[in-house]
Each structure stands twice: as structure tokens, then as C-alpha cells.
Nanobody, 123 residues
């Protein structure tokens, strides 16, 4: 059964940290990415990891405070989020597909999506 399940979201104060997890099963994917979508805003790619090499890319919004990593043995990709700001409040999704270096932040290239985990950052 193909499945992506996110966890680790919650409510934190500004400056706090969260670690999101994305557990993948039944999927063979060379790229797993984290996206987020805030109410009234477009979906935004935050970070991607190439699962074979560990190569990572970040959007500007993810640089500095966010780190993506993977544990292939566990089939899990993580997003460590530090120094959270109220503007980081959104639903966070992981997505899996073929790794595309130049197009990783475009959601249309991913075949599989999780249902999301909510992150709320209060000031």
C-alpha cells in the first residue's frame, strides 16, 4: 500500500522548534520534499532531499532555520524547523516522486502526497 504519513506538527511560540516526520511505505522515490500551504496562499516548496545521495535543496524560506534529512532504513524523511516565526504557520505536506533538480519545488511533479500536519506558531 502506497502511503505517506506526516507527523510532528503542533503549536509553538515564535523562536521555538519542531521536527516533522514523513513515513513512506510502498513507494520508490528518488526525491521527497516538504511543502506548506497557509490559508489563502499558494502551496510552497520548502526543501527536498534526493534519497539516494542525500543531496538537499531549500527554498529561500527554508534556508537558515530548516533542515531536511532522511533515514532510508526507516523510510522516513524529517524536517527540523528551528527559529520558527508566525509566518511559518501552515499545513505542511510531504511529497514523493522523481527527483528533479531544477523543478523540485513544483508540486505537479510529485506522484504521492501525505495528508499533512498542521504547524501553528504564535507570537
Amino acid at each position: 500500500q502506497v502511503q505517506l504519513v506526516e507527523s510532528g506538527g503542533g503549536s509553538v511560540q515564535a523562536g521555538g522548534s519542531l521536527r516533522l516526520s514523513c513515513a513512506a511505505s510502498g513507494i520508490i522515490a528518488t526525491g521527497i520534499a516538504w511543502f506548506r500551504q497557509a490559508p489563502g496562499k499558494e502551496r510552497e516548496g520548502i526543501a527536498v532531499i534526493e534519497t539516494n545521495t542525500g543531496t538537499t535543496f531549500y527554498a529561500d524560506s527554508g534556508k537558515g532555520g530548516f533542515t531536511i534529512s532522511n533515514d532510508n532504513a526507516k523510510g522516513t524523511v524529517y524536517l527540523q524547523m528551528n527559529k520558527l516565526k508566525p509566518e511559518d504557520t501552515a499545513m505542511y505536506y510531504c511529497a514523493a516522486g522523481r527527483f528533479l533538480r531544477g523543478s523540485w519545488s513544483q508540486g505537479k511533479f510529485y506522484n504521492y502526497w501525505g495528508k499533512g500536519t498542521q504547524v501553528t506558531v504564535s507570537s
